[in-house]
Nanobody, 118 residues
Framework: HVQLVESGGGSVQAGGSLRLSCEVQ????????MGWFRQAPEKEREWVAA?????NTGVADSVKDRFAVPRHGNDLYLQMTSLQPDDTAMYYC???????????????WGQGTQVTVS
């Protein structure tokens, strides 16, 4: 059983930066790839970025010039810069076994961490 624990969310002013962390706990076999999703109020969850075990990465076009997704072993990060109010959302870490077209197909989800940009 895999548990994903996010941290690092908070409130920041527009133009600021945050780094989210995702720690994998428990059975780690099912973490061939990991990624971040976000969900803003009254919007559907959207994919943000992902990285596989070979360090191949994918980042959504909407954030690719501002976000990076470093991974160190089973710890995943989301480095966010030049944050804007539209980045306000709950950010979720996900892990899976299948890498498809620069996306990680999630099998497990974290509980989420809130990012608020004003």
């Amino acid at each position: 059983h895999v548990q994903l624990v996010e941290s690092g969310g908070g409130s920041v002013q527009a133009g600021g930066s945050l780094r989210l962390s995702c720690e994998v706990q428990g059975y780690t076999f099912d973490t061939s790839c990991m990624g971040w999703f976000r969900q803003a109020p009254e919007k559907e969850r959207e994919w943000v970025a992902a990285v596989d075990i070979d360090s191949n990465t994918g980042v959504a076009d909407s954030v690719k010039d501002r976000f990076a997704v470093p991974r160190h072993g089973n710890d995943l990060y989301l480095q966010m810069t030049s944050l804007q109010p539209d980045d306000t959302a709950m950010y979720y870490c996900a892990a899976g076994r299948k890498w498809e077209g620069s996306h990680c197909v999630p099998d497990n989800w974290g509980q989420g961490t809130q990012v608020t940009v004003s």
